[in-house]
């Protein structure tokens, strides 16, 4: 069974910095493209960051976290990241990972697989 469980969200204060982590059980990640997500109260979700499956490697992030977040992955431990530094109010959202369900996968495109999110709030 696939399955994304994502954490390391909390508190933090402006410009603060927090990691947030996904884990996969039940399929490859690296055979996949992996994006992070965000919802925000009372907005739609909104893409944050994508990284391609390995074999390409190539990451892309949302104007609005460029030079402040970078998505990573670890193959070994199954797990994709995502390095939030100089957060900022607005960043506070529930952020979720996602898996582009096609094998071999460059883009975020066709997202199959969802976890169910952690909470992140930036707040002096």
């Known amino acids: 069974q696939v399955q994304l469980v994502e954490s390391g969200g909390g508190l933090v204060q402006p410009g603060g910095s927090l990691r947030l982590s996904c884990a996969a059980s039940?399929?490859?990640?690296?055979?996949?493209?992996i994006g992070w997500f965000r919802q925000a109260p009372g907005k739609e979700r909104e893409g944050v960051s994508c990284?391609?499956?390995?074999?390409?490697?190539?990451?892309y992030d949302a104007d609005s976290v460029k030079g402040r977040f970078t998505i990573s992955r670890d193959n070994a431990k199954n797990t994709v990241y995502l390095q939030m530094n100089s957060l900022k109010p607005e960043d506070t959202a529930v952020y979720y990972c996602a898996a582009d369900g096609r094998e071999g996968s460059n883009y975020c495109l066709t997202m199959d697989y969802w976890g169910k999110g952690t909470l992140v709030t930036v707040s002096s």
């Open positions: 039940g399929f490859t990640l690296d055979n996949y493209a």
């Open positions: 990284i391609a499956s390995s074999s390409d490697g190539s990451t």
